[in-house]
């Protein structure tokens, strides 16, 4: 009984999560949104990464500067245009040496 339970919650789940995402594209099919509105959209995800990142910089370590050191490097690296696993790899690099000096 209980796994029957389970798998019905995991189906109730999937529908849920799948009708959001799935309306917009019903509702907008064939029609074109206006330019401002795009290029807010486009922007969407960049927003939701900064505020979901951003608070954890300071909460990373007890040093808060192991943080804003890494996340420095990161946007540097990132600014710089670099691939993702560079900017990784590179602030990973940069906070390794930084733990190893201090």
């Known amino acids: 009984m209980l796994s029957k339970e389970i798998v019905m919650m995991i189906i109730g789940m999937g529908i849920v999560t ?12 064939g029609k074109e949104l206006p330019a ?3 290029g807010v959209l486009k922007n969407v995800p960049y927003a939701t ?10 909460y990373i370590q007890e040093d808060i500067w192991y ?23 590179g602030s990973i690099a940069v ?8």
């Open 67 to 89: 943080g804003v050191i890494g996340a420095g490097a990161a946007f540097i690296a990132a600014f710089l245009g670099t691939n993702v696993i560079v900017v990784v790899m």
């Open 18 to 29: 799948f009708i959001p995402r799935m309306l917009p594209f019903i509702m907008f099919r």
């Open 95 to 102: 906070l390794s040496a930084y733990s190893l000096f201090f």
């Open 36 to 38: 401002f509105l795009q």
């Open 49 to 58: 990464l900064g505020a979901l990142i951003f608070p954890a910089v300071f």
